[in-house]
């Protein structure tokens, strides 16, 4: 089959190379990629955002089958423009509709869903400018630290957590009058949750369901979990705190509600839900849901799953997912974030670089390169995932850490502690 996979991160060309590997996969094209996919199949220059472009491509290229990485184009009703497209509508798409893509694309949304089914999470509320005084009594109440998150996407940047309440409550006003843009028109209070997370992964067809390896990911830029947030600067799958039985807890307190209260609110459902979790007592709460796979966290659980992704991809397009099972291998995956210099803050795109040649005993997942004149350029703030993998976390992390070494660009940072936690 023909498959159209939307986005140009680690994220995708981890996705790449899992469905790379399927028999049933005939021909892949990646719209935009990146160098890395443009090494296992055609990328194609349109923005994912593009209904129109991908349309064309759909129907050019006669795709069997479109999977949606990155969550922008779902929140902004893909699915949805298929589905209501004569010329489309027989084409799958792996990813939910509008509706569903609200438990990312709306905080107020997403809490209210696990309110009403009993989702264990933190106690919240939502203001907007005209019922701040309610947000600032909520705050007042509260101890600290103190979270705020924007409603809507802000790419990463929406999450607030300050130790003083009068930060608190003069960022809450600076958020409401437009901080994060329309993404904070309206502001979600939060209760500070104190434990430790992971990402936990299920594909379902809105009914049935598989749950993939799950994974810790790590946010910050610093070494020690210090400095600003960042869109992820490395993964490990498995998590050793994550056992049999946390994670029966797990599977009935989060995700069995979560899809079952998707089916009784009559919201069709086929594709990936990401479950952030927070571990606080041994006992686990959703700190957020988002529509799609997380990065980095794709690129360490792909390496760890044995079953054809095709054929579980074709099951959750056909409703078939319960006649389907989901096999892991043994190893233990990790990942380490190479960024440009300056980020998450400043940084420059277009340095070159060298050394992709000497990765072995592991995968660089592109993240954010290019290809121009024959050369590999950086091309976004995360520039590649070097994953490995080993019998253990320690094995696995040497491996990562000796490619990340040999592989060389102008203002290459990654921070050399991810895993040590654990």
């Known amino acids: 089959m023909k498959i159209l996979l939307l986005g140009s991160g680690g994220r995708e ?38 209904f129109e472009a991908v349309k064309k491509i759909a129907l050019d290229q006669q795709i069997n089958m479109l999977v949606v990485g990155p969550e922008e184009p779902l929140v902004r009703g893909i699915k949805d423009f298929f589905l209501n497209d004569a010329k489309l509508a027989h084409i799958p798409v792996i990813g939910p509709g509008k509706r569903g893509a609200r438990l990312e694309g709306s905080k107020e949304f997403s809490k209210d869903f696990m309110q009403r089914y009993g989702i264990p999470t933190a106690k919240y509320t939502s203001v907007t400018i005209e019922t ?95 400095g600003l947030n960042t869109g992820g600067m490395g993964a490990v799958s498995p998590v050793p705190f994550a056992d049999a039985a946390f994670m029966k807890k797990v599977h009935r307190k989060i995700i069995q509600p979560t899809i079952g209260g998707l089916y009784s609110d009559e919201i069709p459902y086929k594709g990936f839900i990401f479950i952030g979790i927070i571990k606080v007592d041994n006992k686990p709460y959703v700190i957020e849901y988002n529509v799609r796979l997380g990065d980095p966290e794709t690129e360490v659980i ?7 992704m095709v054929d579980l991809l074709v099951a959750a397009a056909s409703k078939e997912l319960r006649k389907c099972s989901i096999e892991f291998n043994d190893d233990t995956v990790t990942t380490v974030m190479m960024v440009s210099g300056g980020y998450p803050e400043k940084y420059q795109n277009g340095k070159e670089i060298t050394g992709l040649d000497k990765v072995s005993d592991g995968m660089a997942f592109h993240a954010g390169t290019k290809l121009q004149n024959g050369k590999v350029l950086t091309h976004g703030g995360r520039v590649i995932a070097m994953s490995s993998w080993g019998k253990n976390i320690n094995e696995a992390l040497a491996k990562s850490y000796k490619n990340a070494e040999a592989v060389n660009y102008e203002g290459k940072y990654y921070r050399k502690d991810i895993g040590l936690d654990l």
Do not use: C
């Open 132 to 226: 701040i005084d309610q947000g600032i009594a909520f705050l007042e109440e509260m101890k600290a630290p103190y979270v705020l998150k924007a409603d809507g996407l802000a790419a990463g940047k929406g999450v607030l957590i300050l130790d003083d309440l009068q930060q608190a409550k003069t960022e809450l006003k600076s958020m409401l009058e437009g901080k994060f843009g329309e993404a904070s028109k309206k502001v979600v209070i939060e209760e500070f949750l104190d434990g430790i997370e992971l990402s936990v992964f299920v594909l379902t067809d809105g009914s049935a369901y598989v749950v993939l390896p799950e994974a810790k990911d790590y946010k910050r830029i610093g070494e020690g979990d210090t």
């Open 13 to 50: 060309h981890a996705l790449a190379w899992k469905l790379k590997q399927s028999p049933k996969l005939k021909e892949l094209i990646i719209a935009p990629g990146n160098a890395g996919t443009a090494e296992l199949g055609t990328n194609m220059d349109v923005d994912p955002n593009d």
């Open 302 to 308: 792909m390496p760890r799953i044995k079953t054809d």
